[in-house]
């Protein structure tokens, strides 16, 4: 906290700091809430940027100012943006016009505004609140679709290539399988009888039947803004992992994201389920604000991708459980074998629920009733 504190003054530039407490609840990087007794802006977030996620911070905080640079101008010029509240977080510089301060131990921090008079939500709301998280999605999508791709650094390799993942946790179950419990077992079957499907997305991106374009990477639930008021929304923060890839990356990974209402970091992962309704309401609302909308691949391949990114990510977490707890931040040791057991039970309700799924999917995209086989 003293540390967090030396490192506000940098960015307060003058202004006295009032107050200083945690903020949010990333995975990766430490997040503070900064208010200033004076000046203007009167709050800020100031973040310790996580080194063994983000080896090259300071490439990220360049990534963050080429990607907000180039949203505010589009807002700008883009008759579709005018009647739009969309707010984008701006990155405050030191006094030398540096992104970023780096302290005594060498860690990068950087601080970038608050967008006031909104809120987040760890879980869906409702069906209304889940359009407007589709909403939000395709305007995002619209927001970068034409950034510069050579423009953005890739920071992390092989993000959501889950071929890369099962790799890992294989090389890992390879020096022996450390902790043994009736958990871990069924986490080992579960992956196990999975193989197949793991190389989906990129089997489908080799063949060039999937076009990679500039995504948001993390379009989780709690990473949209929505305005106090009208509860429309306004924002999507969280912009590290921006970077070129797939559309159905975003989405496969907002609608595990919003689809289980008991949230990611339930205890009662058995009772972890996929919400239709809300998947419905997430994909209407993506379409009727996304302009370019999914192409044909995209369509074609989508109920993979909703299957393939909880499973994704339940490898990561258990591959990071078995790895000690090095890349996500947990409260106790076994919250990374939790975390998975969540995400392979909300893998587990989409397969059971896959004909739904289908059929949803057909009626949203293809104008009939049944999807893709
Ligand atoms: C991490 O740090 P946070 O909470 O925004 C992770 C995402 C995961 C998410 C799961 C860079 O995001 O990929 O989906 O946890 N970010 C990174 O909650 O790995
Ligand atoms: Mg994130």
Not at 162 to 175: F, T
Not at 193 to 220: C, F, M, N, T, Y
Not at 314 to 325: P, Q, V
């Amino acid at each position: 906290m003293e540390t967090a504190h030396v490192m506000a003054k940098g960015f307060a530039l003058g202004r006295r700091v009032f107050s200083l407490e945690p903020f949010g609840n990333g995975n990766v990087n430490d997040t503070f809430l900064v208010t200033c007794r004076d000046g203007s802006p009167r709050r800020f977030l100031l973040q310790r940027i996580n080194p063994r996620v983000f080896p090259f911070p300071r490439q990220i905080a360049g990534n963050m100012r080429t990607v907000t640079e180039h949203v505010l101008e589009r807002l700008q010029r883009d008759p579709f943006c005018s009647s739009l509240r969309w707010e984008v977080p701006r990155l405050l510089l030191t006094r030398e016009g540096l992104e970023y301060e780096v302290d005594w131990k060498g860690h990068v921090w950087r601080a970038m505004t608050f967008i006031e008079e909104a809120e987040t939500f760890q879980t869906v709301q409702g069906e209304k609140h889940a359009r407007e998280v589709g909403r939000a999605l395709g305007i995002f999508h619209c927001l970068i679709h034409d950034m510069p791709m050579d423009k953005v650094v890739r920071v992390l390799e092989n993000f959501h290539v889950a071929p890369h993942y099962l790799q890992r946790y294989d090389r890992i179950l390879s020096h022996g399988f450390p902790a043994k419990s009736p958990e871990t077992e069924h986490v080992r079957k579960f992956v196990d009888e999975r193989r197949g499907v793991v190389s989906h997305l990129e089997d489908a991106k080799a063949q060039e039947r999937l076009e990679v374009v500039p995504i948001h990477g993390d379009p989780k639930v709690n990473n949209i803004l929505f305005d106090r008021l009208s509860h429309t929304a306004v924002a999507m923060v969280d912009l590290d992992t921006v970077t070129p890839g797939l559309l159905l990356y975003d989405l496969g990974d907002c609608l595990r994201s919003c689809c289980n209402l008991l949230g990611e970091e339930t205890r009662e992962w058995e009772r972890v389920r996929f919400d239709m309704d809300l998947c419905r309401a997430i994909l209407g609302g993506y379409m009727a604000s996304s302009q370019k909308g999914l192409k044909e691949g995209d369509r074609d391949h989508l109920f993979e991708a909703i299957r393939l990114l909880p499973l994704e990510l339940g490898l990561r977490f258990f591959t990071d459980y078995l790895e000690g707890n090095v890349y996500f931040k947990v409260a106790f040791p076994e919250q990374n074998l939790l975390r998975a057991l969540v995400q392979f039970r909300l893998t587990e309700s989409i397969e059971e629920q896959s004909v739904s799924l289908r059929i949803l999917i057909g009626d949203l995209f293809f104008g009939r009733k049944h999807g893709p086989t």
